[in-house]
């Protein structure tokens, strides 16, 4: 066999194999779904839970703290970044070198 001939080979191979997995997963999915549709359609609807309404009985929880939380953080991106001057990026080279 040639090159050229076990190259196309290879090339059709990878193609062929991509497209079985895409039909599995959208054969799958979609007998998934149908099930799902089927089995909403077959069971009756849920019962609705007794929490689902409010009981008169009981007050409504409300929930109050003392503590109050830390301020609001602002960040402005609109100011331009403060510049370093030469000596004190001189001074901070040197304190790097002197460890």
């Known amino acids: 066999m040639s090159r050229r001939s076990i190259m196309s080979m290879h090339a059709s191979r990878s193609n062929d194999t991509a497209l079985p997995l895409r039909g599995y997963f959208l054969s799958v999915g979609g007998d998934l779904l149908c099930l799902l549709w089927a089995i909403g359609w077959v069971l009756p609807a849920q019962l609705p839970s007794r929490f689902a309404e409010p009981d008169r009985a009981r007050p409504p929880i409300r929930i109050h703290s003392d503590v109050k939380g830390p301020e609001r953080v602002v ?17 901070a080279h040197t304190a790097l070198a002197g460890d």
């Not at 991106?77 to 001074?91: A, R, Y």
């Open 75 to 91: 960040i402005d991106t609109n100011q331009s970044l403060p510049t370093l001057s030469d000596k004190e990026i001189f001074v």
